[in-house]
Structures are given as C-alpha cells and as structure tokens.
C-alpha cells in the first residue's frame, strides 16, 4: 500500500478522521486508478469529488468538445474551454482541485480490444456515458474482467444509480437494459435539470469510493432512483436475469 505524505494526511485530515475509513481507506484511495467514460455531465460531477478526495489516478475517455449548451451542468467546462477536447478540458480543472491526482486522457472511442486493455489497468469504472450502447459495452468488458462498475443515468429530474461487482449470484447492467431495450432518449432529446447529474455524479464518486476503500455496502444487487420533482429516493432490487447474454 502506498503511504501518505505530511502534505496528504493534512489535506484529507476531514476524511482520515472517519472511523470506518481512516489511514487505511485514505492509502486505498491514492493507491487506486479509476476510469471514467464520459466527460458530460455525470463525469464532470463524478470527478471533480474524486480528485478532491485524493484518488491516484482517474483516465478520463471522451472524444467529444466543449459547446456552449454543455455549461448549464458540466461543471468542470467554462466559456474560455468552448471547442476545446472535454477531456482536455476537465483534465486542467481537476488538475487544479488537486494537483497530487494524475490524469490521462483518452479523445477518441475505443472498440473493445482498446477499452478491455484499459479496464484491465484500472481498479474500477465509472459509466458516464449517455446512451445505453455504451453501457451495454462497458458493462460486458467489466464483466469479463470482473472489474467493478458504477453506473450512473440522468435525464429531464430523474437519476439512477447501480454498482455491478459481478459477484455470481448478482445480475450485470445488461440484465437491467434488457427490459427496456436500446431506445432511451438522451438528453438533447428530453432535457435535463443542471443539478441532477450533480445528484447522481455525487453518488457515483460516493460508490466508487466505498468500493476502493472497502468501505459500507455498495448498490450492488439493486438500483437507487431519483425523482427530483418530489426530491424523493426509491430503491429497487435488480433481479439476474437467467437468460441474459453476459453474466448467465
């Protein structure tokens, strides 16, 4: 395990001081290499959290660039980083919330050969995509590497949240998308409320960092939905579905 320096344990002293986390679960975090796809919304909320909470290293993969219509919620974009690369722009602003985390980045879609080689070099994964494809994609790669993953969705004032640790008696993120097919709607088609991904991006860096630390009981083996009109929370078992393709 690596070692705090004075600077660290002085920076994280508000998370070190937690009983169930402790010297332990702060090493674990530097220790600790995250990947996320999606620089949009999910991702610049997700991030922006992990870095400050002393990850070692996230990889950020977008290929897209910064528009104007993308800075009412992704908050790691400003007007100055319009037309820029978003990895490239989110890579300067988390490097400016905490300078000790490294992150790479990765502009363009990978196919699954080069998005396999990277899960394997990571301790989780975190979905911020915006299209169940995507998802479905990452979902399969994790699964055969048994690398866990966070999966995060939002859309008009709704969110949802699930963790897939591909233990065997637990369903995968495609036993989820099979009962309602690949025809979601994104957000240019539906809207979407700027703190919602802040809502759901939270809970993601929350998960992705109780998985690292070993720390409480993770949302796997159910998902956690977000009803912002109500602000109210329900959670739903998710059942392995015995016919699905990738984890049966």
Not at 3 to 26: H, S, V
Not at 227 to 239: F, H, I, N, Q
Request: glycine letters at 6%; proline letters at 2%.
């Amino acid at each position: 395990m690596v070692e705090l320096t004075d600077a660290e344990m002085l920076r994280y002293n508000r998370q070190i001081i937690l009983k169930q986390f402790d010297f332990d679960g702060q090493e674990a975090l530097k220790a600790s290499s995250m990947l996320i796809l999606g620089a949009g919304g999910l991702g610049c909320a997700s991030t922006q959290y992990l870095a400050a909470a002393g990850i070692g290293k996230l990889t950020l993969i977008d290929d897209d660039k910064v528009e104007v219509s993308n800075l009412q919620r992704q908050v790691l974009h400003n007007d100055s980083t319009v037309g820029a690369l978003k990895v490239e722009s989110a890579k300067q602003a988390l490097i400016t919330i905490n300078p000790n985390t490294q992150v790479e980045t990765v502009a363009k879609r990978l196919d699954d050969n080069e998005l396999l080689a990277l899960i394997e070099q990571h301790s989780i994964v975190l979905d911020c995509s915006d299209n169940v494809a995507t998802r479905n994609q990452l979902n399969r790669l994790c699964h055969q590497t048994k690398t866990p993953l966070v999966s995060g969705a939002a859309i008009r004032m709704e969110g949802q949240i699930s963790v897939y640790t591909y233990q065997n008696d637990e369903p995968c993120y495609q036993c989820l998308s099979a009962l309602f097919g690949e025809q979601a709607l994104s957000c240019v088609e539906a809207g979407i409320m700027s703190p919602v991904v802040g809502i759901v991006g939270a809970v993601q860096a929350m998960e992705a960092i109780k998985v690292v630390a070993n720390m409480g009981q993770p949302l796997s083996g159910k998902i956690l939905m977000l009803d912002a009109m109500s602000m109210s929370w329900r959670e739903m078992k998710l059942v392995k579905q015995p016919t699905c393709s990738v984890c049966s």
